[in-house]
């Protein structure tokens, strides 16, 4: 717990602000056995880049790398390729920038082609990569942090589902408040290269791989837990009856023909895991609702996909209909299981 404390203290240091939003990528990072990827969305030069390279810098003994998604960037870029050897007279494998790193940055990663972005997904789920017909492990642990800007449309291409059900959490950075942008102009050292710089390794990557297991291990999560969780998930879901059921409400029925289509199962382990993560940072042994519904929202947001209809609905001067405004909507809607009920065996 001291560990995580100093690594959210360091990462503060460079950037203002955010505290929510560090706890989230920190949670991110020992959600589940492996750690959860994040894709960050924010407009350019809210510090994005800057975070990315505080937290490797924070993790004594890693190592990052950074890509920058463009769209002329091919899928051997990524995982390498086979060079021929003359010398030799044989191919030989060259590595690309996803092998031996902890943390890859994907910078702008909606400019690169869904084919290059594709490239991504095997590492993002299985941690290895086949190349040249062999398989090759990555490091543990082993972390896609992504960027994107939402305002930029020319040039960027939407990022499939399959890559988007990856990312444990879709963080969206906004603009800070007036006395922390202050801050940070007055604070000229985090300008530029001099951030890593202020930043002391606090935690190693073999303290981080220990400390999921221990939150895997003692942090429990009960029956009640798990029908919530799988309820507010199913609420998603056009068609289902847990869908069907929050339409009846008064609250509900805002969703009506909104929906496209629901997040998957996947959604449901990345909010059990991130759940138990933030009851640990907490000093609690056991999850609780207010744990599941803290990180609901960052681990559905990019999962749910709205409709024509709800896409438009601002232009007839109706209510902007948004995939956050879904999620608060369904947080409302079902049933909320009591704190007796999450303690128990």
């Known amino acids: 717990m001291d560990k995580i404390k100093l690594l959210q203290k360091e990462l503060s240091k460079v950037i203002s602000g955010y505290e929510e939003e560090i706890e989230k990528l920190v949670i991110a990072m020992l959600a589940g056995p492996d750690g959860g990827h994040v894709l960050i969305e924010s407009v350019p030069g809210l510090g994005k880049t800057t975070l990315l390279a505080a937290l490797q810098a924070a993790i004594a003994n890693s190592k990052l790398t950074r890509i920058q998604m463009t769209p002329d960037l091919k899928p051997t870029d990524i995982v390498g390729t086979e060079v021929y050897n003359p010398k030799k007279g044989v191919f030989e494998v060259k590595k690309g920038p996803i092998h031996g790193v902890n943390l890859l940055l994907a910078d702008e990663i909606n400019r690169a082609t869904p084919k290059a972005q594709s490239a991504l997904l095997e590492g993002m789920q299985e941690r290895k990569v086949t190349l040249a017909g062999q398989t090759f492990y990555l490091e543990d642990p082993f972390l896609v942090l ?122 449901q382990i990345w909010i059990r895991h991130a759940a138990a993560v933030r009851a640990y940072l907490k000093g609690r042994a056991y999850v609780t609702p207010e744990d599941v519904k803290a990180v609901a929202t960052d681990v559905l947001r990019h999962r749910i996909i709205l409709s024509t209809e709800a896409q438009l609905s601002h232009l007839d001067g109706g209510e902007a209909v948004t995939t956050d405004g879904v999620i608060k909507t369904i947080l409302k809607c079902v049933p909320v299981v009591t704190t007796a009920d999450t303690q128990a065996s």
Do not use: W
């Open 146 to 267: 992504a960027t994107e800007n939402p305002i930029e449309q020319e040039g960027t291409y939407p990022l499939p589902e399959a890559q988007l059900d990856r990312f444990c959490f879709k963080l969206v950075l906004g603009y800070v408040s007036e006395d922390d942008e202050e801050k940070m102009l007055r604070n000229n050292t985090v300008h530029g290269r001099g951030a890593q710089k202020l930043i002391t390794p606090v935690i190693t990557t073999e303290e981080i791989v220990a400390l999921r297991q221990e939150i895997l291990t003692n942090v429990h999560v009960s029956d009640a837990i798990y029908k919530y969780i799988v309820s507010l998930v199913r609420a998603t879901r056009p068609g289902d009856p847990r869908h069907e059921a929050v339409l009846k409400l008064p609250e509900g029925q805002y969703l009506d023909g909104k929906v496209l289509v629901g997040a998957s199962p996947r959604a």
